[in-house]
Structure formats: C-alpha cells, structure tokens
C-alpha cells in the first residue's frame, strides 16, 4: 500500500489537543472545524504524518487510521465491540489465518472487520437487516471489496440453528448465548472454542452453567480493564479516567464425547 495519501483514503486528522477526526480525502473537498479549514488537496499526494495548517494557522496532523481508530470513528448501527476487548478476544478465541470463524451479533462490523484482519474466513449471523448493511459496508469501507471473498453475513436468528459445521471457533455478541452451546457442540469440530462478549455477570453465570453441562472445558471468564497514565516530565500518575468495565469475556474449549 502507497503511504502517499490518495483521492479516496481516509485520513485521522488530529488537532493541538488531540481530538481525531476521521475524513475521508476528495480532490477539491475541506475539513471544516472553529479553527478554519483545511484543502483535502493539501493532503493528496502528501505521506502519513504530515503536519499542515488550517485557514485560521491553526496546525493539524494527519495520519492513516488504525483499526482502533477506525472502530471508534467508523459509522455505527450498534454498540460496538471497544478496541480494549477485541485484542483479547483474538487471543481467547486462538484466531489464525484461515480459521473459519462463525460470528452472531455483527452489529456495526466492529470485531469482523479485526477477525477478518486475522487472515480469518468469517460467516456472520445478525438479526436485523440495517445492521447487516452497516457491518458489510464498514468492513470494506476498512479492508476493501477484496475481504467479501472470505466474509459472509446471512440475515438469520442464530438460536434457529447453525448451518456451517466443522467450524474453527464460534464468537458469539448476543444476549443468550447459553441457548447456542448445544448449536455449538454440533458445529465445532473438537477442540474448537466458544467466545462469548456479555455485559452483566449474570448473564455469564448462566452461560457458565450451560457449559458445565455441556462437552465443553476449560472455560474461563475475564473482563479487561484500560488504565493509562498520565506521563509530562516529573509528573507520572494515573490518569484520572479510565476504560473500566465494557463487558465480560468467556471462553471454552470443545472436548471429545
């Protein structure tokens, strides 16, 4: 990929107090703020990290996206997966280029787009149409046209059944996952995992007490807190906000009858 910026790429665009602003470069287009505008052109054909200045000299710089970027800035249908669970759910989940992945409850695109990242082949199951729509288009709005070729979203109730079998890992952001394990015994093969995001300690609970009774093992349930820290000179301490509690992780290992 060229690292000159291009009509077309998405640029982050960050200000003197940080704030980001993801745009999307057009010939002839501006980047409006308080503090002036700025010409797309000025941009075009220039590389990431070039640094340019408003109408009002106020100066920006503009890098390409990052994943993270993107899934905090991109257009949304639903809540998304936060960038601070998708890392972990990769590793959870063990996802390696060209496990073939089930994922239910796309939402807005957030964790396919980092599966498919993976080198995944992913198939997804989501409920509502217009999330369906906005996953699709925000994964390749990202990745480009060419990851259709390893994604798939079908408009269905993953509680009705699975179709898919032989399956490398199951990721599931629904509110009754405990409904899908028996599905899921059936359409792993053995030694697959179960991924499961929920965001009340209850609803893991009972998913926990599904799996017991299941051929599944070796569960585990986690959450993933984000604290930085604040770091200028002789002063270090921790920030005084912090990402705390988004939702809770749960994995589980497919075993033999």
């Not at 009774?213 to 270090?236: C, I, K, P, Y």
């Amino acid at each position: 990929m060229s690292r000159v910026f291009a009509a077309g790429d998405r640029a982050l665009i960050i200000d003197s107090k940080t704030r980001r602003y993801l745009v999307t470069l057009a010939t002839d287009g501006e980047f409006h703020t308080h503090a002036g505008f700025i010409r797309h052109d000025e941009l075009i054909g220039q590389p990431e990290g070039v640094s340019v200045r408003s109408t009002a000299g106020a100066r920006y710089l503009a890098v390409r996206p990052t994943l993270s970027d993107f899934v905090l800035k991109m257009p949304r249908g639903a809540q998304v997966i936060y960038p601070k669970d998708l890392g972990p759910i990769l590793m959870l989940a063990d996802i390696f280029p060209g496990a073939r992945v089930l994922e239910a409850g796309v939402g807005s695109g957030a964790l396919s787009m980092t599966l498919l990242r993976a080198g995944a082949d992913v198939v997804g199951y989501e409920l509502r149409a217009d999330f369906k729509a906005k996953a699709e288009s925000n994964v390749v709005a990202f990745l480009g046209a060419d990851v259709l070729e390893r994604y798939r979203v079908e408009e269905r109730d993953i509680y009705d059944g699975i179709d898919e079998t032989d399956l490398d890992r199951i990721i599931l952001d629904l509110p009754e996952p405990w409904n899908v394990v028996k599905l899921a015994e059936v359409a792993l093969h053995p030694g697959g995992i179960l991924v499961s995001y929920l965001p009340t300690i209850g609803q893991v609970s009972q998913l926990r007490e599904a799996l017991a009774e299941s051929r599944f093992d070796m569960a585990e349930s986690l959450e993933v807190l984000q604290r930085t820290w604040h770091v200028e000179g002789q002063s270090v301490r921790p920030d005084h906000r912090m990402v705390a509690h988004t939702g809770f992780l749960t994995a589980a290992r497919l075993v033999g009858t």
